[in-house]
């Protein structure tokens, strides 16, 4: 999530494809900042979630020079939606067949040019969401496996792995198993006044 004030760089070096992911909670009132984060630390593809635009939202005041722009906006009511920038340097291809299995997800296959392709998604699971999200997800990440070996998911899950991890619904575990998906975020991602959660995830 991007707060009133956070440092507009990162803490790492990066010789390789750069990608990041931002919980922006609405990104129209953000745009300039997160476009400032994007340019200074020579992102190449930036996952967003939670943008709260619609399809009546233009994309003119969303692009970002040199980037291609990928969104899925929520349909009928307010919040969610998923948007990448990609770097018009990144050689990939969109897979809506793919991310058109789970509500909100964007699915693209990328190709470096000195590396395996993989798979990468963007995902947003609102909370409480119904336990059918869960097999939509499985049937998301079997399709993913027989399009790419390599599959790299990123987002907003609304999955706790902070201090209770054991909390984390079994389909979801089940799904991680199978699929050999690793949650690799440790540190808080949501801070507030009496919790710090795990809420956003790389695997």
């Not at 953000?30 to 476009?35: E, F």
């Not at 692009?63 to 340097?89: A, E, Q, W």
């Not at 979801?172 to 009496?194: A, F, G, H, K």
Request: net charge positive; hydrophobic share 35%; glycine share 4%.
């Amino acid at each position: 999530m991007i707060a009133k004030q956070c440092s507009t760089t990162f803490p790492c070096e990066s010789k390789g494809l750069l990608i990041a992911h931002l919980n922006v909670q609405g990104l129209l009132s953000k745009i300039d900042q997160i476009h400032h984060l994007i340019t200074t630390n020579s992102i190449k593809i930036m996952l967003c979630s939670e943008t709260f635009i619609s399809r009546h939202t233009p994309t003119s005041p969303i692009n970002l020079t040199d980037y291609l722009t990928i969104r899925k906006d929520r349909p009928n009511r307010k919040g969610g939606g998923v948007l990448m920038f990609l770097h018009k340097t990144v050689n990939f291809s969109h897979l809506p067949h793919l991310e058109n299995l789970l509500p909100e997800a964007i699915v693209i296959k990328v190709t470096p040019q000195h590396a395996k392709p993989f798979l990468l998604l963007n995902i947003y699971r609102p909370p409480n969401t119904k336990v059918q999200w869960f097999d939509q997800a499985y049937t998301l990440m079997q399709a993913c496996l027989q399009e790419c070996s390599e599959t790299i998911a990123m987002g907003d899950f609304n999955l706790d792995y902070g201090v209770d991890s054991t909390k984390i619904p079994r389909k979801w575990s089940n799904i991680c198993t199978e699929y050999n998906l690793n949650q690799l975020i440790t540190l808080p991602t949501r801070l507030s006044v009496n919790r710090e959660s795990i809420l956003d995830h790389i695997y």
